[in-house]
């Protein structure tokens, strides 16, 4: 057995930071949101709910939870305007839902800021009207910072329900966030756009480095890293990864990585 060990070296992480802001349409194309101050999230709901039976508690449950925010920034792009409430000369109209991403970073005592970072995917959000003041220019020249209150709605993401994705580069495949960045962010030949959430959940299954597929009559096929694979003899094989885990006689847990 191995004691816990803290603090040690390499352990220490933290995050920090916002950029990469995108702002996407209604068309799914993304422009930058440049100026892009802070992203304050404030999740809503998930409040417990107690049951009573004879005057005891007999259930406790937790209602479902939403993603919700603050945007803060000193700008905005001007696609936002039809999302802010603003037509081409009036205020106060319709507010219309978006998607949105950001990147936070992530640290340890190692390698700093470069050590990684996260990446948010906001789908189906909508602004809230908030407060803004406007000032006389003085010798002194302070910049307005605008903010936005957004919520969201649920949707179908892989099986589960929700609205705020989160990519961990320090965990995911490199080819699997070059893949899904060029998506968000576009490249030299394709435009930026906001993929569904079943199109990422796809790139992380093909991106998979040991896959095991069931076939449904009782075969399945592996496919993976010479290393991951070791052929016995001709006709028999080896995973050494902790994708096929022995249970007993001929039964076996498989999974994919």
């Known amino acids: 057995m191995t004691r816990i060990l803290w603090d040690a070296l390499g352990s220490r992480r933290f995050s920090t930071g916002v950029d990469r802001g995108v702002l996407y349409l209604q068309n799914g194309s993304g422009v930058p949101w440049n100026g892009l101050v802070s992203v304050n999230e404030a999740p809503s709901g998930a409040d417990v709910v107690d049951n009573y039976y004879d005057g005891q508690k007999f259930f406790s449950r937790r209602q479902p939870e939403e993603y919700a925010a603050t945007i803060e920034a000193f700008t905005h792009p001007v696609e936002f305007d039809e999302f802010d409430g603003r037509g081409r000369y009036v205020t106060d ?146 995973i050494t990864w902790p994708s096929a885990v022995y249970l007993y006689s001929d039964t076996y847990r498989i999974s994919s990585l």
């Open 93 to 238: 109209q319709r507010r219309k839902t978006f998607g949105f991403s950001y990147r936070t970073l992530l640290g340890n005592d190692i390698e700093g800021t470069s050590f990684g970072y996260l990446i948010h995917i906001v789908y189906d959000a909508i602004a809230s009207p908030s407060a803004r003041s406007h000032k006389t220019v003085s010798s002194s020249t302070d910049l307005n910072l605008f903010s936005w209150g957004i919520t969201t709605s649920h949707r179908e993401l892989g099986g589960r329900s929700g609205s705020h994705l989160i990519i961990d580069s320090t965990i995911a495949h490199p080819w699997v966030i070059q893949a899904i960045e060029d998506l968000l962010y576009g490249s030299a030949s394709t435009a930026p756009r906001l993929p569904d959430p079943q199109e990422i959940l796809d790139l992380f299954e093909e991106g998979v480095i040991l896959k095991i597929i069931d076939h449904g009559d009782g075969t399945w096929t592996a496919d993976g890293p010479d290393d991951a694979i070791v052929m016995l003899d001709s006709t028999t094989f080896q």
